[in-house]
């Protein structure tokens, strides 16, 4: 049996200004950038007992992604001999969807999800050792010329970070 804490974070493409000190003058940082808010979204799943990860990008985050991402990581459990997951999330409209319970209602052979109490996302290692941690250490105070690019970094931050165990990322921005 493996535990996964699952949890979504948006990440924009306009850049986000975090307390930085100029040497010149005392000023804050200046970030130029043109304006652009595209964005996508990261499904990040942390592995338990293991510490490892998958994710995946998609344009937005809604019950046809979360599904996606659920077979993702049903692929990579029939790959270890895995027979159950125990999966962690919060109680995200696309989490709790029609479709989403339908879909957990015939794997329930394989996976079992356990709801954090609704406005807890203290309770979601996911929230502060991962989704913050992107944002300040990959997105703050930097523009990044287009989403690919972004993309990657994000990418390469995860990897070399956390490591991961899934190829098939799904870049469909």
């Known amino acids: 049996m493996i535990i996964?804490?699952?949890?979504?974070?948006?990440?924009t493409q306009k850049p986000c200004v975090r307390k930085s000190m100029s040497f010149e003058g005392g000023e804050q940082q200046k970030i130029e950038h043109t304006g652009t808010r595209k964005k996508f979204s990261v499904y990040i799943s942390a592995l338990w007992p293991n510490q490892s990860l998958i994710y995946d990008?998609?344009?937005r985050m809604n019950s046809t992604n979360t599904i996606d991402?659920?077979?993702n990581i049903k692929t990579y459990i029939a790959k270890n001999c895995w027979k159950?997951?125990?999966?962690?999330?919060d109680n995200a409209s696309f989490h709790t969807s029609k479709m989403t319970?339908?879909?957990?209602?015939?794997?329930?052979h394989?996976?079992?999800?356990v709801y954090?109490?609704?406005?807890?996302?203290?309770?979601?290692p996911n929230e502060r050792k991962i989704n913050q941690q992107i944002k300040s250490d990959v997105c703050a105070n930097r523009f990044y010329t287009n989403i690919e690019e972004q993309k990657q970094a994000v990418s390469k931050y995860l990897?070399?970070?956390?490591?991961?165990?899934?190829n098939d990322r799904h870049y469909d921005t």
């Not at 804490?5 to 948006?10: A, H, S």
């Not at 990897?159 to 899934?166: E, I, L, V």
Request: hydrophobic share 40%; net charge negative; glycine share 2%.
């Open 4 to 11: 996964v804490f699952e949890d979504e974070t948006v990440i």
């Open 57 to 59: 990008f998609y344009d």
């Open 69 to 71: 991402h659920l077979e």
């Open 84 to 89: 159950r997951l125990i999966i962690i999330w």
């Open 101 to 108: 319970n339908d879909y957990i209602k015939e794997q329930k």
């Open 110 to 113: 394989w996976l079992t999800v």
């Open 116 to 124: 954090l109490p609704k406005k807890a996302p203290y309770l979601n």
């Open 159 to 166: 990897d070399n970070r956390f490591g991961t165990w899934n």
